[in-house]
C-alpha cells in the first residue's frame, strides 16, 4: 500500500461518514409519517413531498435496511427508532395474512394498493429483515424473514430457478415490473442478484442449511446460465428457458454484482463452484474499468452496441464499491483510482446541495441533472447508503 493510496481511502472514508451522517441520515428521517406510520413515498424534483403518494414496499424495506444499518454503523438511536418504524408499517400493512407474502405497494394511509407479488419485493423485504434483526435482536423479525424465504422456495421455484411475477394468491402474472427496453422477461439477473444478496444476508444472521442450500443453487445459476463466457458480461434477461432476450451489457448491475458474489463467498466460502465464480467477479471488474468506466464515471449501460451515456445514481454507487473491492482483491492501484474518480463526479454533480434534498436520480454526460424525482418507489437510500456504509467498514479493516 503505498502513501497515496492510503491518502486517497482515507479521504474517502472521511468524506463517506460525513455524507452518512451529515446529509442521507437527516433527509430520511425527515421523510417519516409520524401520523400514519412509515415514510413518505414521494418527493419531487422541485422538493415537494407529496404525502398523499403511494408507499412502496421496497421503498418501505431499503428504508428499514438503511436505518438498521445506519445503527449498526452509527450508534445513533433515532435510527433504530426509524428502522423500528418501518418495521411496524411493514407487518401491519404489506404484510398478506391471508396468502403470504409482501405486497408490491399500499396507499398513504396502509390500505392495499397494488396487491400483486414479486419475487424481487420478497427478496428485499428478506433483506431489510435480516439487518434488522441483526441491528435490534428482534428474533420476530428474522422469524419473518425465514418465513418469507419459506414462502419463495415453495411459491415461486420454477425448477432450480425462480419465477418473478405473480398476483395475491401468487398465481403467476406477467413481469413487466422488472422487464425494460422492450422485453417482457420470465428470468431476471436483477431478481436473481437480489435474492442472491437476501440469502447471504439471511444465511449470515441465521446460519440456517436451507438458506445454505439455496443460496448454493443461486450462485451455481449466476456461474453456469447466467454469465456469457464468450462475451465476458452477464445477460439481462431471459425466456423460460434462460435463453437471453436482448443484446444488452448492464455496467452498473456487472460492476454490483461483481462484488456482492465476492460478499456471498466471503459467507459462504465452501461454496461449490467458488473457484469459477471468483474468476467470473475478477473478469467482471476489469471488463468494466476497461469498457465502460470513461476517467471519471460508468455510463449506463449499452443496448445493440449503443451505449446509454446516462449517469445515473445507483451505478455510481456500486462501481465505487465494486472497484474498492477489486483493489482490494488484487492491489491493483488503479481499481483505486477509478473509485476515488467516480466520487468525486458524484460529490460535484449527483450530491444535490439544495437545502432539504438528496442525491439527483441521474445526471447527463456533461453533469446536468435530469428532473426526475428526488423519492419515488424505486429512488431510495439503499445504493448511496450502502457505498458509504462498505467504504467506511472496508477502510476500518484494512
Not at 396502509?110 to 407479488?117: A, S, Y
Not at 453456469?224 to 428457458?241: A, S
Not at 432476450?245 to 461449490?272: K, N, Q
Not at 473509485?339 to 463526479?345: E, L, N, P, V
Amino acid at each position: 500500500m503505498t502513501s497515496e493510496e492510503k491518502s486517497i481511502f482515507t479521504k474517502m472514508e472521511n468524506e463517506m461518514s460525513d455524507e452518512l451522517k451529515n446529509h442521507l441520515i437527516p433527509f430520511w428521517l425527515s421523510l417519516k409519517d409520524e401520523e400514519r406510520g412509515g415514510f413518505f413515498g414521494y418527493k419531487d424534483f422541485s422538493l415537494n413531498t407529496d404525502t398523499s403518494a403511494e408507499k412502496g414496499c421496497i421503498l418501505n424495506s431499503r428504508i428499514m435496511w438503511f436505518f438498521a444499518t445506519s445503527y449498526k454503523t452509527t450508534h445513533n438511536r433515532d435510527c433504530l427508532s426509524a428502522a423500528e418504524s418501518a418495521f411496524s408499517f411493514l407487518k401491519a400493512h404489506f404484510l398478506d395474512n391471508e396468502n403470504g407474502g409482501v405486497f408490491w405497494s399500499v396507499k398513504a394511509n396502509g390500505e392495499p394498493l397494488d396487491t400483486t407479488k414479486h419475487t424481487y419485493n420478497q427478496a428485499f423485504a428478506i433483506y431489510a429483515l435480516s439487518a434488522f434483526f441483526d441491528a435490534s435482536g428482534d428474533k420476530s423479525a428474522l422469524e419473518l424473514a425465514l418465513n418469507l424465504f419459506s414462502l419463495i422456495e415453495t411459491k415461486c421455484t420454477v425448477g432450480s430457478n425462480y419465477g418473478e411475477a405473480y398476483f395475491s394468491d401468487f398465481s403467476p402474472a406477467s413481469n413487466e415490473k422488472l422487464s425494460e427496453n422492450g422485453v417482457i422477461a420470465t428470468h431476471t439477473m436483477n431478481t436473481l442478484l437480489h435474492l442472491c444478496e437476501a440469502y447471504t444476508e439471511l444465511f449470515r444472521v441465521s446460519g440456517d442449511s436451507r438458506v445454505k442450500a439455496a443460496l448454493s443453487r443461486i450462485l451455481e445459476t449466476f456461474a453456469n446460465k447466467v454469465w456469457n463466457e464468450n462475451l465476458e458480461r452477464q445477460e439481462v434477461f431471459f425466456d423460460k428457458d434462460m435463453n437471453s432476450l436482448i443484446d444488452l451489457y448492464s455496467y452498473g448491475h456487472d460492476i454490483e454484482t461483481s462484488w456482492l458474489i465476492d460478499r456471498a463467498i466471503e459467507v459462504f466460502p465452501t461454496v461449490p463452484c467458488r473457484n469459477r465464480l471468483e474468476k467470473i467477479t475478477a473478469t467482471i471488474a476489469e471488463r468494466i474499468l476497461k469498457v465502460a468506466f470513461d476517467g471519471r464515471s460508468i455510463a449506463l449501460e449499452c443496448e445493440r452496441g449503443k451505449i446509454n451515456q446516462t449517469r445515473v445514481w445507483w451505478v455510481q454507487c456500486e462501481s465505487i464499491v465494486g472497484f474498492f473491492n477489486a483493489w482490494q482483491k488484487t492491489g491493483r492501484s488503479e481499481y483505486l483510482f477509478a473509485a476515488k474518480k467516480i466520487w468525486d463526479f458524484a460529490k460535484e454533480f449527483l450530491i444535490d446541495k439544495r437545502s432539504g434534498s438528496e442525491w439527483f436520480w441521474q445526471v447527463d454526460q456533461n453533469g446536468k441533472p435530469s428532473q426526475r424525482p428526488i423519492v419515488e418507489p424505486w429512488k431510495c437510500p439503499y445504493h448511496n447508503g450502502r457505498m458509504c456504509f462498505e467504504i467506511m467498514n472496508r477502510v476500518k479493516s484494512l
